[in-house]
């Protein structure tokens, strides 16, 4: 069964570094997404992706924060100059459409930043 | 803006029980609504997705149900597993490009 799959499962990075989160979504999928949820919250909106271009991001996805689709199949997100508070669980998910159609979720990149 | 709420936060109920999990929010203008399933740690494993004109999927022992004008949902799990404990989150996509997330309910199924 298709599925989205996400690298690194876990990453540990400094205070101030850049990280990069590779996603692979599903290949006839055409909208993308990423969530995050810091421990104990609920999974909240960070960024949506169509055409190459981003279609809604949410007050957190600030300048600090980058997608990119580079080569067709992956999907990625770039935090610049990491924060102790960006620490989290970074999921991606895509799906054939926006509305009604049904996302699909990866299994998560786990972020500490220390 | 959507507000989505899981009640109850935590259940611990004995193998073999039927249970309802209840999710509910507060704008009745979706598209559609999914149950998840999260393990400790784990990603988010869809269950089932009730389109905005449906009032009810299956699958396996899992039902959901819909009721848009109310903006209510459950997840009944009938003859609940050991293998059922997990989180389960409720999400609401009612803006063409983003889904809203409830907290969840803690399921333990006792052996």
């Known amino acids: 069964e298709p599925e989205v799959t996400q690298t690194p499962s876990h990453q540990v990075t400094q205070m101030g570094q850049e990280v990069i989160l590779r996603c692979v979504p599903i290949?006839?999928?055409?909208?993308f997404y990423w969530y995050r949820q810091i421990l104990g919250q609920k999974v909240e909106f960070l960024v949506s992706f169509y055409n190459n271009e981003i279609s809604e991001k949410s007050e957190i996805f600030d300048d600090q924060f980058s997608v990119e689709r580079p080569d067709g199949s992956n999907f990625t997100l770039k935090i610049r100059s990491t924060k102790l508070e960006d620490s989290a669980m970074y999921f991606c998910?895509?799906?054939?459409?926006?509305?009604?159609?049904?996302?699909?979720f990866g299994q998560g990149t786990r972020l500490t930043v220390v | 803006k959507q507000e989505v709420t899981q009640i109850p936060a935590a259940l611990s109920v004995p193998e073999g029980e039927n249970l309802v999990l209840n999710c509910s929010f507060t704008?009745?203008?979706?598209?559609?609504l999914q149950w998840f399933r999260q393990d400790p740690g784990k990603g988010l494993t869809s269950l089932l997705l009730i389109q905005s004109s449906q009032r009810e999927q299956t699958s396996g022992r899992l039902n959901a149900s819909l009721d848009k004008s109310s903006g209510r949902s459950t997840l009944y799990i009938a003859a609940s597993q050991p293998g059922d404990s997990a989180t389960y989150l409720c999400a609401v996509r009612s803006n063409f490009n983003k889904f809203y997330f409830g907290s969840g309910t803690k399921l333990n199924v006792k052996p």
């Open positions: 704008d009745s203008a979706i598209y559609n």
């Open positions: 290949s006839n999928h055409l909208y």
């Open positions: 998910a895509s799906s054939e459409s926006g509305g009604g159609t049904e996302a699909f």
